[in-house]
């Protein structure tokens, strides 16, 4: 049986992924918008970054697991994200595609890796 294609992600989508694997095994909610912040300037509200998680983690792009809860968090848990090897797929689909399409444009203040 032949490898299914990766599902195609939007633009948020790829950067919340990005940030997730930057931030390895400290993938949750607060420093997840704090690296999208850093890194894009963008400030993502909680809302739009929980929606795309849970539908990241509902197509299968990744995975959650529930910390213990602290007395510094109210008692809540953190809950912590991987990207899965789908997501991992999908995110390297997406960025071959834009490498490809940035080959031999030259684009004022941006060099290509």
Same mark, same amino acid.
């Given at each position: ?32 918008? !704090? ?29 959650? !697991? ?6 510094? !968090? ?40």
């Amino acid at each position: 049986m032949a490898a299914r294609d990766p599902l195609p992600l939007g633009e948020f989508e790829q950067v919340v992924l990005l940030a997730i694997l930057r931030l390895n095994d400290n993938a949750y909610g607060v420093t997840i918008r !704090r690296e999208i912040r850093s890194c894009t300037g963008r400030n993502p509200s909680p809302g739009a970054l929980y929606n795309t998680l849970d539908r990241l983690e509902e197509k299968g792009m990744l995975t959650s !697991r529930m910390a213990d809860p602290t007395p510094q !968090r109210a008692g809540r848990p953190k809950r912590f994200f991987t990207v899965s090897a789908g997501g991992m797929k999908a995110i390297a689909s997406a960025q071959r595609g834009f490498q490809k399409l940035l080959s031999g444009i030259l684009i004022p203040g941006i060099t290509h890796a």
